[in-house]
């Protein structure tokens, strides 16, 4: 079986009635570009950018993340690169953030929360993905929305960072924009926010957990956690479908976009991308390539 997926390398995500799918990676760090290579993946779908301030003693500066993305998507060689704005709070913890206990951290202040009350943390990081993308195809998405609120108010601050590298004469390329469908409030506004991005990327860990009330970092709930529930997969359904209305391309990134059991369904579902850890890219790929999607 190894052998016959390793021969799947350089084929098409194809499905047999011709349906093309966007088959991408996820990766935590500069160093995780290799096995997106090494599995053949098509692009990176998610780049979970936290991983510069995990590492770091102090705020990573404007030039260090510059260099980490650049790198990336120069690797990339002009294959589309997600990253994901910072996603720090909750279980990740950075001391230099000074955050505080919090009693419910899942629930708290965390990701585009921290970003849209602390704007300078947010600028620095999206003038270094800006100006990286002059080296490569970068978008960027925003991660934890509840509203076309946030969306309007990230959207403005970017914004800003693009006038002030032009006015610098700092080039940055044409950068889509979207964001992390991962709280059912964002699910159940999917239809006005497809008409404010330019795709949504499915983080199913965090929209199971929000949606089930199951704390995805606790074993003992593991009896009660389905991830196939229907709720979710309806969920699913409505953001592709409101995505597809309003001009938007809908992906999954979560681990339920390499669950070979759902690939059929997701595909009938109109999914545009998948993302999976690299590990998973040739197993996904083989399943894409024996599905008819009109039966
Ligand atoms: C998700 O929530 O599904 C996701 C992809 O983000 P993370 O796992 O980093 O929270
Ligand atoms: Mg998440």
Not at 59 to 65: H, K
Not at 87 to 103: N, P
Not at 110 to 121: D, F, G, H, K
Request: aromatic share 8%; charged share 25%.
């Amino acid at each position: 079986k190894a052998r016959l997926l390793q021969e799947l390398k350089g084929k098409e995500d194809v499905t047999l009635d011709g349906r093309h799918i966007q088959l991408y990676a996820n990766i935590g760090g500069v160093g995780d570009v290799a096995s997106v290579h090494a599995n053949d993946a098509q692009g990176i779908g998610l780049f979970r950018s936290e991983f510069l301030y995990l590492e770091a003693k102090d705020f990573p500066t404007e030039e260090e993340q510059f260099q980490a993305y650049k790198t990336v998507a120069e690797n990339m060689a002009g294959k589309k690169v997600i990253i994901r704005t910072l996603d720090i709070g909750a279980d990740k913890k950075v001391d230099y953030f000074h955050l505080d206990q919090e009693d419910n951290p899942a629930l708290g202040y965390r990701a585009i929360r921290i970003c849209l009350t602390q704007p300078e943390i947010f600028k620095t990081q999206l003038r270094a993905i800006y100006r990286a993308s002059h080296f490569g195809t970068i978008s960027i998405m925003f991660p934890m929305i509840i509203s076309v609120d946030e969306v309007r108010r990230a959207k403005a601050i970017a914004e800003e960072v693009k006038s002030e590298l032009e006015e610098l004469g700092l080039p940055y390329g044409d950068v889509e924009l979207g964001i992390m469908i991962e709280t059912p409030a964002a699910a159940i506004m999917s239809d006005e926010l497809a008409k404010e991005v330019d795709f949504f990327s499915i983080g199913t860990n965090d929209l199971t957990q929000y949606t089930l009330a199951i704390d995805r970092q606790n074993p003992k709930l593991e009896a009660f956690n389905d991830p196939h529930h229907p709720a979710i997969l309806r969920l699913i359904a409505m953001v592709i479908e409101n995505a597809h209305k309003y001009g938007a391309w809908a992906g999954i990134c979560g681990e339920l976009g390499a669950d070979t059991s759902l690939t059929e369904t997701f595909i009938k579902m109109g999914v545009d991308e998948l993302s999976v850890s690299p590990s998973m890219v040739l197993r996904v790929r083989d399943k894409i390539r024996s599905i008819d999607s009109r039966k």
